[in-house]
């Protein structure tokens, strides 16, 4: 199964990310993630990639494309994968088709722009392994600090109120039209977002498996 997971940024794409990985056992790949690490080890690809990131603007297609392309090589890729935040433009969809990588599912998780305010604002993340938090609605049992690893739970530069602004305004430019390049395929499955983190798991499953 080669599915995709759209979404706003804060519309819980990561944690749906997991929750399939664990159903279906095929890998989660995510190119912010892959991107945090680079700039995390300062690599020529993280010092480029860092301004972007921080200023909530996409990096460049080019390079984005040409992660994925090595990452789709590895191993454990070859009985399928989800990828959660690629394709972000519409170039990036077209890179992928001409990949010749075959999509089974476009899974769309849509939540409205208050919302992602709140929950990206509240946002904390584990420098260690990356679990994701929030100080309101799933708090970590000692404040500032990962349940899973114990690693320091911090606020990504970019949950910054203006900068989550910025990163609205990109998501509706430039990855919102996904949207319809993948209905056209007839392969697009909306889930609308739910106030439980579980019950937004069961519909994202649903849209998997059926
Ligand atoms: P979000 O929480 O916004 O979904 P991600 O962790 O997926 O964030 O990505 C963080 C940042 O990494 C983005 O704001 C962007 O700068 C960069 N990025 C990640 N994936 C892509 C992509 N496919 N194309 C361009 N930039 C990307
Ligand atoms: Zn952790």
Redesign the pocket.
Known sequence: MRLILLGA??AG??TQAEVICNALNIPAI????I??EAKANKTALGLE?AS??DS??????EV?INILKERLKEDDCKDGFIL??????VP?AEALDKMGVVIDRVVDIEVPDEKIMAR?SGRRVCEKCGSSYHVEYKPTKVEGVCDRCGGKTVQRK?DSPEIIKD?LE?YHAQTEPLKDYYKKTGKLVIVEGQEEVADTSALTLKAVEA
């Open positions: 940024p804060g794409k990561g995510s190119t912010g993630n991107l945090r990639a972007y990131m909530g603007k996409l990096v460049p297609d984005v959660d935040g690629f394709p972000r433009t990036q990206l970019d990163r990109v």
